[in-house]
């Protein structure tokens, strides 16, 4: 298990990942204090299927859903295999929203994504950087933000877990990945 713990004079995160052993019986308890964002990473953990138990406070709700992003991707970071897939891609829909993630957990941050939430684009962006990965988000269709975020984070979902296969031999070739 992995466990990240951030505090700054605005927040206090704890966040305890692993790959689940039965990706059909996942783990998650999130209590952040911020309903939505719990929803989110409950999602994120389902469709990853990572164990995920995560606590947060903060003194606001910007600095609350950035730090915990951070938090979430210096252990996502820690969780990449040496042989690891490294890339994966999928498109999900929900209702009307439509919307792919293309991802490379190979250690070089990048995010480019316009999600209609201000705050949840900052989300994925804190959490590609700090994940180490390059996250490309595109919404397709969609009028409905909270369908649209919820597709977003259960196609980062998905991809994570495809990326995050231990392959046995090294993507890259270099020999080397980062």
Same mark, same amino acid.
């Given at each position: 298990?992995?466990?990240?713990?951030?505090?700054?004079?605005?927040?206090?995160?704890?966040?305890?990942?692993?790959?689940?052993r039965d990706p059909?019986?996942?783990?998650?308890?999130?209590?952040?204090?911020?309903?939505?964002?719990?929803?989110?990473?409950?999602?994120?953990?389902?469709?990853? *299927?990572?164990d995920l138990h995560v606590?947060?406070? #903060?003194?606001? /709700? =910007? %600095?609350?859903? @950035?730090?915990?992003?951070? !938090? $979430?991707?210096?252990?996502?970071?820690?969780?990449?295999?040496?042989?690891?897939?490294?890339?994966?891609?999928?498109?999900?829909?929900?209702?009307?929203?439509?919307?792919?993630?293309?991802?490379?957990?190979?250690?070089?941050?990048?995010?480019?994504?316009?999600?209609?939430?201000?705050?949840?684009?900052?989300?994925?962006?804190?959490?590609?950087?700090?994940?180490? *990965?390059?996250?490309?988000?595109?919404?397709?269709? #969609?009028?409905? /933000? =909270? %369908?649209?975020? @919820?597709?977003?984070?259960? !196609? $980062?979902?998905?991809?994570?877990?495809?990326?995050?296969?231990?392959?046995?031999?090294?993507?890259?070739?270099?020999?080397?990945?980062?």
């Open positions: 298990m992995t466990i990240i713990t951030r505090e700054t004079k605005e927040t206090r995160i704890q966040v305890q990942i692993e790959r689940a059909g019986a996942v783990e998650a308890s999130v209590v952040t204090g911020e309903p939505f964002l719990d929803h989110m990473l409950t999602t994120l953990a389902h469709y990853a *299927a990572f606590t947060a406070a #903060g003194d606001l /709700r =910007h %600095h609350l859903i @950035e730090d915990t992003a951070i !938090a $979430l991707g210096q252990a996502v970071a820690l969780l990449v295999p040496s042989g690891a897939a490294r890339y994966a891609d999928r498109t999900i829909p929900m209702d009307d929203a439509l919307v792919q993630v293309a991802l490379d957990v190979g250690g070089r941050p990048y995010y480019r994504g316009k999600l209609p939430s201000p705050l949840y684009n900052h989300w994925m962006r804190s959490f590609a950087t700090n994940a180490r *990965a390059t996250l490309h988000l595109r919404v397709l269709r #969609g009028h409905d /933000r =909270h %369908h649209i975020v @919820e597709a977003g984070f259960k !196609a $980062l979902g998905f991809s994570l877990r495809d990326a995050l296969v231990d392959t046995g031999a090294v993507m890259s070739i270099k020999g080397t990945v980062q």
